[in-house]
């Protein structure tokens, strides 16, 4: 990828959470990973050592805060804070998978909003940015009083399902909070196609329990569309539910497969035909479940952050 003309020296740095994503985008920029040792004493605490000279360039860091997340996130903030003391002149937090984002509102008044509590973290340890993709909820951008980037992968996830006919299939969004989302990928994926809805209910956490469906299933392929695969609760909850209705199959894609543990093997033990799943989160393919890269997505997020001098990112509203 031909890099724009901006200010200072393009640097990438990865954690130790996902490096092999962080090599994939440093390659589409035509660049490698700068530098930089992250490791940890004894007794656990996490250091870092960054080995190249930072004065005036421009640091990009890699970092998804996903499983094991505060051992993720504390890797992170400490790498900021390094680039920050070293005298970088702008340091862009590039995080694939936001841990905390199913955590932005307060359901009962004792609760904390952990979201907002991980972006005052990140601004605090030196963040002048972030970019970021398919947040579990868009409000987490305005916990941020500094750019945001927040990235799709429905192009990406798309391109898995190419070629389906309209006639054929049905988008089903798992739960009321897919909706958008849902819609999003029937546009991409086959327009005209019918749009379901899976109603589901939380009796405790972790746990779900589907009620209703809004949308005709019958006789079509179901491509059931999220953001997330954690325990795989909601996913197995909507497949039995389109299934019951008459679909005659049903394929999942999601932006982060986190897999709580067990929640692979139930989805492979599941009537799913394929599972798409992006590298957000390091995960290998195997039987049914599929990885599609977002490396080409986040290269030229940077590519287009790294052309623009940071008086006016900073001057402009953030997407």
């Known amino acids: 990828m031909r890099m724009p003309d901006g200010h200072g020296h ?22 490698s990973l700068s530098a930089a040792t992250v490791s940890a004493f004894r007794d656990g605490e996490t250091q870092v050592l960054i080995h190249d000279d930072l004065r ?12 094991p997340v505060n051992h993720n996130l504390v890797e992170l903030l400490i790498m900021l804070d390094a680039f920050r003391r070293s005298g970088a002149a702008r340091r862009t937090a590039v995080i694939p998978y936001y841990g905390y984002a199913r955590q932005e509102r307060r359901v009962t008044p004792q609760e904390p909003i952990s979201a907002r509590l991980v972006a005052d973290l990140l601004t605090a340890a030196g963040a002048d ?11 987490i951008e305005g916990f941020f009083d500094l750019p945001v980037e927040h990235l799709q992968a429905a192009p990406v996830l798309a391109r898995a399902f190419a070629g389906v ?45 589907v009620s209703e469906m809004v949308g005709e299933v019958r006789g079509r392929h179901a491509i059931l569309i ?12 909507a497949v039995e539910m389109v299934l019951a209705r008459g679909a005659r199959s049903a394929s999942a894609a999601a932006t982060h497969g986190v897999f709580a ?35 080409s997505l986040f290269a030229r997020a940077i590519a287009r952050i790294h052309g623009v001098p940071a008086a006016e990112r900073e001057a402009a509203p953030a997407s």
């Open 10 to 31: 393009l640097m990438v740095f990865s954690g130790n959470a996902n490096r092999p994503l962080a090599s994939a985008i440093a390659s589409e920029l035509g660049t």
């Open 56 to 67: 005036g360039h421009d640091v990009f860091v890699v970092q998804p805060t996903s499983p």
């Open 129 to 139: 940015q972030v970019v970021t993709m398919d947040l579990s909820a868009g409000a």
């Open 165 to 209: 006919s309209p006639a054929d299939v049905v988008i089903v969004a798992p739960d009321i909070g897919a909706v958008k989302r849902a819609e999003a990928f029937q546009r991409l994926v086959a327009p005209g196609a019918p749009v379901a809805v899976v109603f589901k209910e939380r009796p405790a956490p972790d746990r779900v329990a």
């Open 226 to 237: 999220d953001d997330i695969i954690s325990t795989g609760g909601t996913l197995l909850g």
């Open 261 to 295: 543990p067990g929640a692979l093997e139930a989805l492979e033990a599941s009537p799913l035909e394929r599972i798409v799943v992006t590298d957000t989160i390091p995960v290998e393919p195997r039987g049914r479940l599929e990885v599609v890269s977002v490396a």
